[in-house]
């Protein structure tokens, strides 16, 4: 078992920047790929980025291409999403997850295997 909890969420206005974090816990020694997606009220939960196991690879949502850079940090299992140039489109609901499959269809909320409660993000206009 894997256990998840992000934190770095907040209100802020369009244009500026926030980090996000997700603490590892539990058998963490296993390899996992990371996620975060996001959900915003009454849409459907979406990928904003992955990273692989070893940080070799990462992945983005057109959306936030450019914007955001997920990283890794595995001596302290922590992964992490700078946000920058903020938008009021980005408000949601940001969740990391974490994935025991092979680096493949990282977007797909199916391919993973744990998720942290969410970290809420608000960026006003």
Do not use: H
């Amino acid at each position: 078992q894997v256990q998840l909890v992000e934190s770095g969420g907040g209100l802020v206005q369009a244009g500026a920047s926030l980090r996000l974090s997700c603490a590892a816990s539990g058998r963490t020694e296993s390899t996992y790929n990371m996620g975060w997606f996001r959900q915003a009220p009454g849409k459907e939960r979406e990928f904003v980025a992955a990273i692989s196991w070893n940080g070799g690879s990462t992945y983005y949502a057109d959306s936030v291409k450019g914007r955001f850079t997920i990283s890794r940090v595995n001596a302290k299992n922590t992964a992490f999403l700078q946000m920058n140039s903020l938008k009021p489109e980005d408000t949601a609901l940001y969740y990391c997850a974490a994935s025991s499959k092979v680096w493949a269809i990282v977007a797909a909320t199916r391919r993973y295997d744990y998720w942290g409660q969410g970290t809420q993000v608000t960026v006003s206009s």
